[in-house]
């Protein structure tokens, strides 16, 4: 059956006993099919045409339509949940060939869990205590500074004490009897030959019989598992991703002996993972994502996704000047083709990055990557096709084409400025709910600003522009495996700053400052020509 009849075949599913079409459903629970040509627009959310990839903050992957047939087929009934658990480790093992399978809710969710596993090795009267890990035997977590990211928060939160190493020797000797767990993150270091190559460290790791857990929450499921065979003790999976399973669930494979721990560590259960509940929905749907992935046309889908590119690049390469080139994937992360459709900034007058804005800003809304320009001088934007519906090629060659093919003004010497902010400056930053004093050094070379920027835990160096009475700031608090983003715009008005920040991921902020005014006491400085006589 062809995705297109899969799909028509589920416009009528049965919910509580009845065959209600889905729109009747809808029109019943408030009419949310009423508004809009979908679901989202009925509430006034804009939905998007996803050529990025599988990220989670646009949805991640479509739910196949296998998956939603078995989540609606699961909320009809009442399961006791730790045979639920039981009876879909069992059939994941027999379809991935590990030795056990679980369900969690998300990838970072399942890293959680299986850390807690190896912490309190399944005794709840250690489960109860985390994150205080007073009297424990594995207390410590050895991480590649390579393999350190945002989702170890997931690691961190379970009280351990997070040990980062550089090389191979000094992984070595880290372990120790306090090692909890080895978390990589699959990758170019751990692949054979490389400087984490995952069967070096099984090497060391094993023998003293400490866990590896891999992070391969957007490759795509190989079996049997090519991290498994090489030694990891689990790999973690997102559902949301190359599996096309529910967002909310995570795929976790390998030790029953670990993962029945893990699950003992999840809801429902209660414990440091009672706020990670995981549905029956989404553990029949993940079940059922796993058994689409190996009985699924990866062939013809990969042939399916070079089609949408092949249809974009013949579309855009039309407007002259414009080249375009596919990129071939060379890991099993985010595992599907892409097209760099560049061109040159100065003969377009607008940059990659002009275009993504335009095509996210508009509708239909469009997510693609861009790049500025590279050594030629040529700026781009780049297609992944792994996520595209059918349809979506023609709408985005035509939007691009649309936006290149328009006209742009070069851009223009910035007006001189009508104040100078150089000085120290005291800034209040007003969060959702809670309010900040941060402190700026500013030095201003004309519209051109460079100095310091001093917030709650750090001191980082801050760049801008001031045009006018307008300002324009940024500067990024950088930590191990984290990053938080601060661009400031606003206006100068007299010694007082006010404005609005944008944080990325972390949404938004306001702020206002005044300038500190304090005068610089100027004396002269002798140098002791002697030791001090006291202190």
Same mark, same amino acid.
């Given at each position: 059956?062809?995705?297109?009849?899969?799909?028509?075949?589920?416009?009528?599913?049965? $919910?509580?006993?009845?065959?209600l079409?889905?729109?009747?459903?809808?029109?019943?629970?408030?009419?949310?099919?009423?508004t809009?040509?979908?679901?989202?627009?009925?509430?006034?959310?804009d939905?998007?045409?996803?050529? $990025?990839?599988?990220?989670?903050?646009?949805?991640?992957? +479509?739910?196949r339509?296998?998956?939603?047939?078995?989540?609606?087929?699961?909320?009809?009934?009442?399961?006791?949940?730790?045979? +639920?658990?039981?009876?879909?480790?069992?059939?994941?093992?027999e &379809?991935?060939?590990?030795?056990?399978g679980?369900?969690?809710?998300?990838?970072?969710?399942?890293?959680?869990h299986?850390?807690?596993?190896?912490?309190?090795?399944?005794?709840?009267?250690?489960?109860?205590?985390?994150?205080?890990?007073?009297?424990?035997?594995?207390?410590?977590?050895?991480?590649?500074?390579?393999?350190?990211?945002?989702?170890?928060?997931?690691?961190?939160?379970?009280? /351990?004490?997070?040990?980062?190493?550089?090389?191979?020797?000094?992984?070595?000797?880290? &372990?120790?009897?306090?090692?909890?767990?080895?978390? +990589?993150?699959?990758?170019?270091?751990?692949?054979?030959?490389?400087?984490?190559?995952?069967?070096?460290?099984?090497?060391?790791?094993?023998?003293?019989?400490?866990?590896?857990?891999?992070?391969?929450?957007?490759?795509d499921l190989?079996?049997?598992? #090519?991290? +498994? =065979?090489?030694?990891?003790?689990?790999?973690?999976?997102?559902?949301?991703?190359?599996?096309?399973?529910?967002?909310?669930?995570?795929?976790?494979?390998g030790?029953?002996?670990i993962? $029945?721990?893990?699950?003992?560590?999840s809801?429902?259960?209660h414990?440091?993972?009672?706020?990670?509940?995981?549905?029956?929905?989404? *553990?029949?749907?993940?079940?059922?994502?796993?058994?689409?992935?190996?009985?699924?046309?990866?062939?013809?889908?990969v042939?399916i996704?070079?089609?949408?590119?092949?249809?974009v690049?013949? *579309?855009?390469?039309?407007?002259?000047?414009?080249?375009? #080139? #596919?990129?071939?994937?060379v890991? &099993?992360?985010?595992?599907?083709?892409?097209?760099?459709?560049?061109?040159?900034?100065?003969?377009?007058?607008?940059t990659g990055?002009? #275009?993504?804005?335009?095509?996210?800003?508009?509708?239909?809304?469009?997510?693609?990557?861009?790049?500025?320009?590279?050594?030629?001088g040529?700026?781009?934007?780049?297609?992944?096709?792994?996520? *595209?519906?059918?349809?979506?090629?023609k709408?985005?060659?035509?939007?691009?084409?649309?936006?290149?093919?328009?006209?742009?003004?070069?851009?223009?010497?910035m007006?001189?400025?009508s104040?100078?902010?150089?000085?120290?400056?005291?800034v209040d930053?007003?969060?959702?709910?809670?309010?900040?004093?941060?402190?700026?050094?500013?030095?201003?070379?004309?519209?051109?600003?460079?100095?310091?920027?001093?917030?709650?835990?750090?001191?980082?160096?801050?760049?801008?522009?001031?045009?006018n009475?307008?300002?324009?700031?940024?500067?990024?608090?950088?930590?191990?495996?984290?990053?938080?983003?601060?661009?400031?715009?606003?206006?100068?008005?007299g010694?007082?700053?006010?404005?609005?920040?944008?944080?990325?991921?972390?949404?938004?902020?306001?702020?206002?400052?005044?300038?500190?005014? =304090?005068?610089? /006491?100027?004396?002269?400085?002798?140098?002791?020509?002697?030791?001090?006589?006291a202190?």
């Amino acid at each position: 059956m062809k995705r297109r009849d899969v799909l028509k075949s589920l416009a009528v599913l049965p $919910m509580a006993g009845s065959f209600l079409p889905n729109e009747t459903l809808l029109a019943s629970s408030g009419g949310l099919s009423k508004t809009g040509s979908n679901i989202y627009e009925s509430i006034g959310v804009d939905p998007v045409i996803n050529c $990025m990839g599988t990220y989670t903050i646009i949805g991640g992957s +479509l739910e196949r339509p296998e998956v939603v047939a078995a989540m609606h087929a699961a909320s009809d009934f009442f399961v006791q949940y730790d045979e +639920l658990a039981f009876g879909v480790g069992r059939r994941l093992a027999e &379809l991935t060939g590990a030795e056990w399978g679980m369900v969690s809710a998300g990838c970072a969710a399942g890293i959680k869990h299986v850390t807690a596993a190896c912490v309190a090795g399944g005794n709840p009267e250690k489960l109860i205590r985390i994150p205080d890990l007073s009297g424990f035997d594995k207390t410590e977590v050895v991480i590649p500074a390579s393999s350190r990211n945002v989702y170890d928060h997931a690691i961190r939160n379970i009280g /351990v004490k997070i040990i980062t190493v550089e090389s191979i020797e000094e992984l070595g000797k880290a &372990l120790n009897s306090r090692t909890a767990m080895i978390y +990589l993150m699959a990758g170019s270091e751990t692949l054979p030959g490389e400087k984490f190559a995952l069967e070096t460290v099984a090497e060391m790791a094993n023998p003293q019989r400490i866990p590896i857990l891999i992070d391969a929450a957007a490759e795509d499921l190989t079996i049997p598992n #090519v991290h +498994l =065979k090489q030694g990891a003790a689990v790999v973690a999976y997102s559902g949301g991703k190359a599996l096309c399973g529910p967002q909310c669930a995570g795929l976790l494979l390998g030790r029953k002996d670990i993962l $029945m721990s893990a699950w003992q560590a999840s809801s429902p259960h209660h414990g440091p993972g009672r706020d990670n509940k995981v549905g029956k929905e989404e *553990m029949m749907g993940m079940l059922a994502a796993v058994e689409s992935w190996v009985s699924r046309d990866h062939v013809e889908k990969v042939k399916i996704w070079h089609n949408y590119l092949e249809t974009v690049s013949n *579309m855009v390469i039309a407007l002259s000047g414009i080249k375009t #080139v #596919v990129n071939e994937p060379v890991s &099993l992360s985010n595992n599907s083709p892409s097209l760099t459709i560049s061109w040159d900034s100065a003969k377009f007058t607008i940059t990659g990055p002009e #275009v993504a804005e335009q095509l996210a800003a508009q509708k239909p809304r469009i997510a693609v990557h861009s790049n500025f320009n590279d050594q030629t001088g040529a700026t781009s934007v780049t297609i992944s096709s792994g996520q *595209m519906q059918p349809g979506n090629d023609k709408v985005v060659a035509g939007r691009i084409i649309e936006i290149l093919s328009g006209k742009h003004e070069k851009t223009k010497e910035m007006d001189p400025p009508s104040v100078n902010i150089s000085g120290c400056w005291d800034v209040d930053i007003m969060y959702f709910s809670s309010k900040s004093r941060h402190t700026f050094f500013i030095e201003q070379d004309g519209n051109w600003i460079k100095g310091s920027h001093y917030g709650d835990f750090s001191l980082r160096e801050m760049v801008g522009t001031i045009e006018n009475d307008q300002i324009k700031l940024s500067s990024s608090d950088r930590q191990v495996a984290d990053n938080v983003l601060f661009i400031f715009s606003g206006t100068v008005t007299g010694e007082t700053i006010s404005g609005q920040i944008y944080m990325g991921e972390y949404i938004n902020a306001s702020f206002n400052g005044s300038k500190r005014n =304090k005068k610089v /006491v100027r004396k002269t400085i002798k140098f002791p020509k002697g030791h001090p006589l006291a202190t």
